[in-house]
């Protein structure tokens, strides 16, 4: 039972953490949890988690004094850091009550009590005394004893560090604070015993409120940033993403519109967008024979000189096959090609903003929904769980259905393989730590497409469906290749000749491990009675279409000398890279300068 | 004419100088004219409304209240809105008599009505509130109106504004009156308690304007009694909340307001006063209210000095009434407060400042602070603060004189260092003055420093205190109707009779008068206190060597005694003893016949029984009494 108390506590913990220090990144700079066993003197005791800190020396002189320090530096990420010591002893009778607490760097010596020696700080029970890196204090606060809580804040964007008791702030001790100090607690009297609270529990002090404070003023700074003299160039700049990015995902007719009324000229011929246009609703659609057969007509060497392009689009074509949406099994007797699973034009279609209401107002003029919905995904790669569930439809938008066509379960403990696949330890449900993957992802692949990035996130959205799609999989019921005889025939055949593709490539090109994986899971799906409920379902689902159409019309793009990746992404991606960067330097303000707060 | 008034004030005087005004509004009444035509002399009236004092002078002087007023109970919104516009511009105007809006009693309740009527109509109307709320009477008309329930929905409305102006008529609404608070308390704003829709209203990502007013209608409630002072929402949320419009982010005016309402919410409570006192730096934070104009701005621009000298004088007295409030009850907060840079140097130089405001507040100051044995005796003797605060007694308002006169009782106490010198520069005659006037408050304080003063004095000051007060005016004050009054002019008495020759001395020459005012006193209506008081002082005259006769001869003062001795109350039982006790102490002349007469009146019968008593005082008392009879 007490386990359970445990793992209840630790889930506590994780989510207090995560909700005041969404920022930080644990895997680079882990959060302190506890005391740290290995990083104490000799007289201290630690107890109950490493969480109480108790005093086992003699006590007599200030050589008597030893200190502990937290498992971790606070990391810089959290814009303000804050952790809470309850005074559950002071101590015998007979004794000055010496305790102090505070912050120190490593390799401070622990057989002091934290704010004596440099690079060490500390706030004293017994007279109420800050020492800043120095034996003699300074007044600072009233004296605590038994039964009180002292807090201590640090500010990691002006380096200052305040007090609290019992929930009270008692101002300003410290300031020009050094970088990654760990918390430190130390003690000189027999009987001392005092408890940690690095968010274990709710804290006495508010110290939401403090951190509200400074994301206002953080933000502040960022809104009432200087432009200088290319002011008036805002607008143009960005209109001219934006027109970008609809050319980039062949959103012709809007992008049409869009650079008429605000007097742009689209660096592409029409023609060539409708092109990859179609290209992209084809592979969307999951007609990837015919996506491949226009793909060669209309770019005839495209295909010939990228052979690992032609390979993973073929490989697609299998999936599909086994889907039975590709075309050559679907004029086999699959379904009906229109009405069930047509994909409509847009790649990507995952939520449906709630804020639409107002984003449409200032987006829509003379344009449209469709951009109004596109740019609104584009802008907000977070989600909050009410994003999705189809608020779409009842505006009526033709796009939002595709999801619900598309036979599948898709159980949650799947969702961890989506994303174990892509090399990442996401946390499924974990929203915020998703988000900031998604645009580490963003800069760290930056040679890959855009659209790679957006799996993860989707990955999400599909899970928060999953009500939806249950009730749409009993509807239809899914079989091999649409269910027919000879499409699975024409399917196991195409596999061969995959198979005999890839012999070739191989030959040709040497190994490719990442072409060899992708045959191996399609072959897989074979292996399995109902494939769409198998370990490697995930590849028949339509999300999975959406890097495959990224990849493919990034390379069509590349041959026209234009960028494979809109800038408006770069943007996006380049600020989140900026953050990650800033969290390392140790500019706190980085925690409250999230790019999803200005993706709106 | 509304294109051409827009942002031309010159323009909106000429056309009130060509007589727009009474044409716009006759157009503006005529039930003829068409709702649009109606709507643009409102606009029109409106932006006039929006230039000088001396428009809205104009405005108000044609009568323009009442029309507008008229005008709302028209049906169409848009015209009404316009109306609302013009009026809550007129009506925050500190030119407009707020009483205007109360002079037709339907007014309010019409107002109540259209309130929901549209954003605009909220926003105005509850503005116009904010504005005109000024004394308990306006407060409990907007009560009777439903003012709290119809205004608590828009502290949640979508609107900034709205929310802004909902909050302020509530502080206004809130101050000092219990009713509404009380009130307050039960209010719920979908679902939520309003001291918690208060609380959300102060995070710190709120306006600073917001968390100022919300914290300001929390401390209302709380000095109304409707909040316990130990609620989290006081002590964890308000008082953080002021304290932090006292930093030195925040701009001046939120500084002096952050400042007084703090003052105000701690005053009466000494655990607020201990926290206030360790939060955020907060005493040495009041310290730089008082670094106005700063030598920098001048130098900066002028802009600014002229700014900074606007504020300097509200700074300052907002700092020593917060100063005074934390410094009440805490002697700890008082040496912290005095050990502050240049702090009383500081006070000194308030006294004497031209601002009326900031001599009060510094002299509160002083007077909270000499409660303070420890600083009366260092730090006052060493600025001789008396020198500052004598001078202010001269010539002072009455609320001045108040809080100098009650701070001089402290420095005339006993122990003070300042004590001596006070008493040679005249205070006496000063202090005589005081117990002649009209207000209670300035009588208590010149009798009560007179008590202070008499407290262990030499024969001379006695002598020289008796003299000028005069016998005459010291026995109108021994028939004030003030209790206060009467019981420090009681003390004073028995203080001055006290040590057996300056006993014998007063009474030799006042005693036929001391012996007539005793008499009246324990014969009339009075509290226990009182009569205990009065008691004492007769038990000092029986110490006296010959002062004893006065009461020996005085069969009907005997019986009194011997009635008090009987006494259901035990203090008076216990004075009336002692009084007895001094009369028949046995190494004093003539102490056999006293025994003797007082016996023959049955009083040893009475101490025995007081022998028995529950009291052990009483009984010891009367035992040691008893004793004198068996020597």
């Known amino acids: 039972r007490s386990d359970l108390a445990l793992n209840e506590q630790e889930k506590d913990l994780n989510q207090r953490l995560r909700r005041l220090y969404p920022a930080v990144n644990e895997e680079e700079t882990p959060l302190p949890r506890s005391w740290s066993p290995k990083d104490k003197f000799s007289y201290i005791g630690l107890s109950q988690n490493n969480l109480r800190v108790h005093y086992k020396g003699h006590g007599k002189t200030p050589k008597d004094a030893a200190s502990v320090r937290a498992t971790h530096p606070i990391p810089a990420a959290c814009g303000v850091y804050y952790f809470e010591v309850k005074i559950i002893s002071k101590g015998r009778d007979g004794y000055v009550k010496y305790m102090g607490i505070g912050l120190s760097a490593q390799g401070v010596n622990m057989n002091r009590l934290p704010g004596w020696d440099k690079h060490s700080y500390g706030y004293h029970g017994d007279d109420g005394h800050s020492f800043c890196s120095s034996g003699t204090g300074q007044p600072y606060g009233p004296t605590f004893t038994t039964g009180d809580v002292i807090g201590c804040c640090v500010n990691l964007i002006n380096n200052t560090c305040f007090y609290t008791k019992n929930g009270h702030s008692l101002g300003i001790a410290f300031t020009d604070l050094p970088p990654n100090l760990y918390p430190t607690v130390g003690l000189q009297t027999p009987g001392e015993v005092v408890d940690a609270n690095f968010g274990q529990h709710p804290f006495v002090f508010d110290i939401e409120d403090y951190m509200r404070e400074w994301r206002t003023k953080i933000q502040a700074q960022i809104d009432r940033f200087p432009i200088g003299e290319r002011e008036g160039e805002w607008q143009a700049m960005i209109q001219k993403m934006v027109a970008s990015y609809l050319v980039h995902h062949s959103y012709c007719a809007t992008a049409e519109v869009f650079a008429k009324s605000t007097d742009q000229a689209v660096h592409e011929e029409l023609a060539s967008i409708k092109n990859r246009q179609k290209i992209q609703k084809l592979v969307l659609s999951g007609r990837m024979g015919e996506a491949i057969e226009t793909t060669q007509q209309l770019y005839p060497s495209l295909l010939e000189l ?7 689009l073929k490989v697609r074509q299998f999936i599909e096959m086994v889907n039975g949406t590709d075309s050559e099994v679907r004029c086999l007797g699959g379904r009906s090609p229109k009405s069930q699973d047509s994909y409509p034009g847009s790649p990507r279609l995952f939520n449906s903003p709630v804020h639409k209401a107002s984003s449409s107002q200032t987006y829509q003029t003379g344009i449209g929904d469709v951009i109004t919905d596109h740019l609104h995904f584009l802008l907000s790669p977070g989600f909050d769980s009410n994003y999705c569930n189809g608020v779409s439809s009842s505006k009526g938008h033709t796009l939002a259905h595709s999801h619900k066509s598309c036979p599948r379960t898709m159980p ?13 330890q996401t946390n499924v449900g974990a929203e915020v730590e998703m988000e900031v993957d998604h645009f580490s992802n963003g800069v760290s692949e930056s040679s890959s497409n855009g659209f790679l990035n957006g799996s993860s996130t989707h990955g999400i959205d599909l899970e928060e469906c999953d009500g939806d799609m249950e009730v749409d999989s009993a509807q239809s019921k899914r079989q091999l290749c649409g269910g027919s005889q000879a499409a699975i025939e024409r399917m196991i055949q195409f596999g061969r000749e995959l198979q005999s593709m890839s012999e070739h490539l191989r030959r040709e090109r040497g190994k490719n491990s990442a072409n060899k994986k992708m045959l191996k899971d399609a072959f897989s799906l074979l292996a399995y009675s109902d494939p769409w409920i198998s370990p490697v379902g995930y590849q028949l689902d339509s999300i999975r279409r959406e890097p495959v159409c990224s990849t493919l019309n990034s390379a069509i793009l590349e041959t026209h000398n234009l960028p494979k990746q809109p800038p408006l992404a770069l943007a996006v991606g380049q600020a989140a890279q900026c953050l990650s960067l800033m969290a390392r330097t140790g500019s706190g303000s980085c925690a409250f300068a999230s790019v999803d707060d200005y993706l709106h | 004419m509304k294109n051409a008034v827009i942002g031309n004030n010159k323009q909106k005087a000429n056309l009130i100088v060509l007589g727009a005004v009474p044409r716009l509004l006759y157009l503006l009444q005529q039930s003829s004219s068409s709702l649009e035509l109606r709507t643009e002399c409102a606009v029109v009236l409106g932006s006039l409304a929006m230039g000088t004092e001396n428009n809205i002078k104009s405005l108000v002087d044609c009568h323009i209240i ?29 030119v407009t008599p707020v009483q205007l809006l109360y002079t037709d009693p339907t007014v309010i309740p019409h107002l109540m009505s259209l309130l929901s009527r549209s954003r605009h109509t909220k926003e105005y109307i509850t503005q116009i509130f904010a504005h005109c709320c000024k004394t308990p009477e306006h407060q409990t008309v907007l009560f009777n109106h439903s003012a709290i329930q119809n205004i608590a929905p828009l502290l949640i409305s979508p609107s900034d504004k709205v929310r802004m102006q909902a909050l302020k008529c509530f502080s206004v609404l809130a101050y000092e009156n219990t009713q509404v608070s009380m009130t307050l308390v039960n209010v719920l704003v979908d679902g939520e308690q309003l001291s918690q829709v208060f609380v959300r209203m102060m995070q710190r990502d709120k306006p600073i304007e917001m968390q100022l007013t919300a914290a300001k209608c929390l401390t209302y409630m709380c000095r109304a009694g409707a909040i316990r002072t130990d609620d989290n929402c006081i002590i964890l949320k308000t008082l953080p909340c002021l304290v932090r419009m006292c930093s030195k982010e925040r701009l001046l005016e939120e500084r002096v307001e952050g400042a007084e309402t703090l003052a105000y919410l701690m005053e009466p409570d000494v655990e607020l006063q201990r926290i206030a006192s360790f939060t955020d730096h907060l005493v040495s934070m009041l310290a730089d209210y008082f670094k106005y104009p700063s030598s920098v701005s001048a130098i900066t621009d002028i802009k600014r000095l002229d700014h900074d000298l606007k504020h300097a004088h509200e700074l300052r007295q907002a700092a020593f009434k917060l100063y005074a409030s934390l410094g009440s009850n805490d002697e700890d907060i008082r040496k912290k407060i005095t050990e502050t840079e ?8 308030g006294l004497s400042e031209s601002s009326i405001k900031v001599r009060l507040a510094a002299v509160r100051c002083l007077h909270s602070l000499s409660r303070s044995v420890q600083q009366l005796r260092t730090s006052f003797h060493d600025h001789a603060v008396w020198k500052p605060l004598m001078k202010l007694l001269q010539n002072a308002p009455d609320e001045v004189l108040v809080m100098a006169s009650s701070t001089l009782c402290n420095l005339l106490l006993e122990f003070s260092p300042s004590k001596e010198p006070i008493l040679d520069s005249g205070v006496i005659e000063l202090l005589c003055s005081l117990t002649q006037s009209d207000s209670p408050a300035l009588r208590v304080n010149g009798i009560w420093a007179l008590m202070n003063m008499a407290f262990q004095a030499d024969q001379k000051v006695k002598v020289e205190i008796v003299r000028a007060l005069g016998t005459e005016q010291l026995f109108r004050l021994l028939s004030d109707p003030d209790t206060n009054v009467l019981m420090k002019t009681l003390g004073l008495l028995r203080n001055l009779l006290s040590t057996r020759p300056h006993i014998d001395q007063i009474m030799s020459s006042h005693g036929k008068q001391i012996m007539q005012a005793v008499t009246l006193i324990l ?10 008081q009065t008691l004492c002082i007769l038990a000092n005259i029986a110490d006296g060597n010959t002062a004893k006769e006065l009461i020996m001869t005085n069969d009907d003062m005997l019986q009194k005694i011997k009635y008090y001795m009987g006494h259901s109350n035990v203090k008076l039982q216990l004075a009336a003893t002692f009084c007895i006790s001094n009369l028949i102490w046995n190494e004093e002349d003539g102490s056999q016949e006293r025994q003797d007469k007082l016996k023959d009146m049955g009083f040893v019968d009475i101490l025995h ?3 028995q008593a529950s009291d052990p005082n009483l009984c010891d008392r009367a035992k040691t009494a008893m004793q004198q009879y068996l020597a």
Do not use: Y
């Open chain 1, 306 to 312: 990228n052979p690992d392009l032609l390979f993973m």
């Open chain 1, 412 to 424: 949650s403990p799947e969702l961890g393989v989506l994303n174990g696949s892509r090399g990442q």
């Open chain 2, 66 to 94: 009442p029309a507008l007023l008229q005008g709302l109970l028209c049906s169409d919104l848009i015209f009404i809105e316009a109306c609302l516009r013009c009026l809550r511009t007129v009506f925050i105007s500190p």
């Open chain 2, 342 to 349: 240049n702090m009383m140097d500081r006070i000194v130089s």
């Open chain 2, 523 to 532: 014969e009339g209506e009075h509290s226990i206190e009182v009569k205990e």
């Open chain 2, 609 to 611: 029984k007081l022998t």
